[in-house]
């Protein structure tokens, strides 16, 4: 049978549990109970809440010992200064040893607290956001912050704007983090987008964000292309993906893998090869690609293949040159037959002779 004893403040017969523990206690056990005590010190606070603050420009902390000015400290209602009694330095260094000490059951009550309550999380995750969001522009830039991947101390200006971090700022400076992004993509793309299913819900998710944000995205493909647009590298990159792009429109076909894989050569590949075919003293084909100026024409046409046509066959680099704009689309879609051009792809992509259609034969 469980000890009991008598509360002095509602005179009610209680288990030993009900009362807070105190060690100089005879029965190691508070003279009132938990319920009681609880009420009272509410009662307290509400009392010092209502009443009149007298906030001093100064004060000790009861930690550090250390006299600062009241902005050093934070706001407390059931204070009777009105500010509390550690510095805002002494209880960050508080609460990190506790969340350490504490990490693993304090992830625990969150995420059950977040699964019974999406909406209370959801609006604060907003307040949050746009109270950070605000602060983030008033930062001064020429304040030093340490890069946590190269150790160096650097102004914030050259680190990226993170609304949640640590001084509004990404912890890795803006030179490392490049690499670093770069890296984390490609490692993702190996692991998750590997899986057929993870790339076709990868896509699918994609395409949803387009037709939800479309001025957003042209906006973004309008400042990479204005970015880029004299980096030949980025260019030959565009030629070789819009190559594909515009096969596919045509047949009505969906992409089953990566540009280079389903071409099955890759961007510097396709680039060494219309170059060696322009007119002599044009420089490369990059240089000359446009609306109206060179562009990458099949030798047999897209149209004379069948819809079901391989991609690496229709667009094997055999069969493309660049050809002038005018002369393109000129050009008729009939086949000569007795062409070299013709005959060599033929003889360097014979698989292609069997997607041709009849009446093209």
Not at 212 to 226: F, H, V
């Amino acid at each position: 049978m469980e000890d009991k004893k008598v509360c002095n403040k509602c005179a009610k017969k209680k288990v030993l549990n009900d009362f807070h523990k105190r060690a100089c206690a005879q029965d190691g056990r508070t003279s009132i109970c938990k319920e009681c005590r609880n009420a009272k010190e509410i009662e307290r606070r509400e009392k010092i809440k209502n009443s009149p603050k007298n906030v001093p420009k100064e004060k000790v902390c009861s930690v550090c010992a250390m006299k600062k000015p009241n902005s050093k400290f934070s706001k407390s209602s059931v204070s009777i200064t009105g500010i509390s009694s550690e510095c805002l330095e002494c209880k960050a260094k508080k609460q990190r040893v506790y969340i350490d000490k504490n990490r693993d059951r304090i992830n625990e009550r969150t995420r059950k607290d977040r699964k019974l309550n999406p909406e209370k999380y959801a609006a604060w995750d907003k307040r949050k956001w746009e109270r950070n969001k605000e602060n983030a522009k008033d930062v001064d830039e020429s304040l030093t912050k340490e890069c946590k991947k190269c150790g160096s101390e650097k102004e914030l200006s050259n680190f990226d704007i993170r609304v949640n971090g640590h001084m509004h700022r990404s912890d890795m400076c803006i030179e490392c983090k490049e690499p670093q992004s770069k890296e984390d993509r490609l490692r993702w793309r190996q692991n998750y987008m590997s899986v057929p299913e993870n790339r076709e819900r990868a896509n699918y998710l994609r395409t949803e964000r387009r037709k939800k944000n479309p001025e957003k995205y042209n906006r973004q493909a309008r400042d990479r292309r204005n970015r880029n647009k004299e980096n030949p590298d980025w260019l030959a990159k565009e030629a070789h993906r819009t190559l594909l792009k515009n096969f596919i429109q045509k047949t009505g076909q969906k992409k089953p893998a990566r540009t280079y894989e389903v071409l099955g050569y890759s961007y510097q590949e396709l680039s060494n090869h219309l170059d060696s075919l322009m007119p002599e003293g044009l420089g490369s084909y990059i240089e000359n690609r446009g609306a109206k100026m060179y562009h990458i024409d099949h030798i047999i046409s897209v149209a004379c293949f069948e819809p079901t046509a391989s991609p690496h066959v229709v667009n094997a680099l055999p069969n493309l040159r660049p050809m002038w704009w005018k002369d393109n689309l000129s050009r008729s879609q009939k086949i000569d037959w007795d062409s070299e051009e013709v005959q060599n792809v033929i003889e360097n992509v014979p698989e292609a002779i069997f997607y041709i259609k009849e009446q093209y034969l």
